[in-house]
């Protein structure tokens, strides 16, 4: 009896851990990404050309967005992180890429975290 007495206290603050989590600075470290039904929202659009902006200037690239075909968002705090995969025009055609930008939308400010093309 007394060891299963023991062992409920040893569990007991495990039940309550989600919701501890959920309120601490540790616990805006998980991050659940979460799909973009409205990939024609102006903003993800401005987003994505972000993206491909920022490649063009880095990469010496000439890049144009054709798409967004898909993307996902996870909102950590003040930040937003977007994963988009869009559909882009260049010298080797149109190919899809992968991009994940972070944005402070209080501070108007974005960047791009990496931006690839995807496998055909």
Do not use: C
Request: aromatic content about 10%; charged content about 25%.
């Amino acid at each position: 009896m007394q060891q299963s007495h023991h062992f409920l206290i040893l569990l007991l603050p495990l039940l309550f851990l989600p919701f501890i989590a959920s309120e601490s600075p540790l616990g805006s470290m998980v991050r659940v990404w979460t799909p973009r039904k409205d990939i024609k929202d102006p903003h993800v659009i401005e987003i994505a050309k972000f993206a491909v902006d920022e490649y063009n200037k880095h990469a010496r690239s000439s890049l144009k967005l054709v798409m967004v075909v898909s993307g996902e968002i996870v909102q950590v705090d003040l930040r937003t992180t977007y994963l988009l995969f869009l559909q882009a025009t260049g010298r080797a055609g149109k190919r899809m890429y992968r991009a994940v930008v972070w944005e402070k939308a209080w501070r108007s400010s974005k960047h791009l975290i990496s931006f690839e093309p995807l496998e055909d």
